[in-house]
């Protein structure tokens, strides 16, 4: 397999930086909960295999940890009305979670990390049922979805500058052990 730099995959995502999340440590989660039921629903109505794509996973609960966010987030990607909540730490009932920088959980689901890399190299953390974890990992890679647009996507020409500029910000830190946003 080709280095992640050779085929344009990065290995090792940026880091946020340690001020931005004790500055959001003490918001409430609430406010977060209607942004993300809509970005549910965007992806849902962008990529409307992705349940299917999970097989018999498609029930299971997982658990997203941002470690560079102080907040995780629980998925359950069922069916008929999916969901996805903010959570400050990660419920014990969780089928399957992954743990790694925000950039690095991102930049899997878009295509432009190598999961595997990531996975290897230790900047992601897998717990639980590796199995279901490694089918929302092949299902959200298949689907490509392009979060900048899903995010941004509703303010036209403005949100498609905003989701190239976020690509780009990403893409700019060097893929170093250590890299950090600012």
Do not use: C, Y
């Not at 003490?26 to 097989?55: N, T, W, Y």
């Not at 953390?125 to 899903?150: P, Q, S, T, W």
């Amino acid at each position: 397999m080709p280095e992640p730099e050779t085929t344009g995959l990065r290995a090792v995502p940026p880091r946020l930086p340690p001020w931005l999340a004790r500055a959001v440590a003490p918001l409430p989660l609430a406010p977060l909960q209607p942004a993300l039921a809509l970005m549910l629903e965007r992806i849902v109505r962008a990529h409307p295999d992705l349940h299917d794509r999970l097989g018999e996973h498609a029930r299971k609960r997982f658990g997203l940890d941002p470690t560079d966010l102080p907040f995780a987030f629980v998925l359950e990607p069922r069916q008929r009305r999916p969901q996805v909540r903010a959570v400050r730490t990660l419920p014990d009932d969780v089928d399957a979670s992954i743990h790694g920088p925000l950039a690095g959980l991102i930049g899997m689901a878009e295509g432009t990390l190598d999961g595997d890399a990531l996975f290897f190299s230790r900047v992601l953390r897998v717990e639980g049922e590796v199995a279901a974890a490694l089918a929302l990992r092949n299902a959200i890679d298949d689907a490509r979805i392009d979060f900048g647009k899903i995010l941004f996507g509703g303010l036209g020409p403005l949100g498609q500058r905003l989701a190239v500029a976020l690509r780009e910000r990403i893409r700019a830190v060097p893929a170093t052990g250590g890299a950090s946003w600012n």
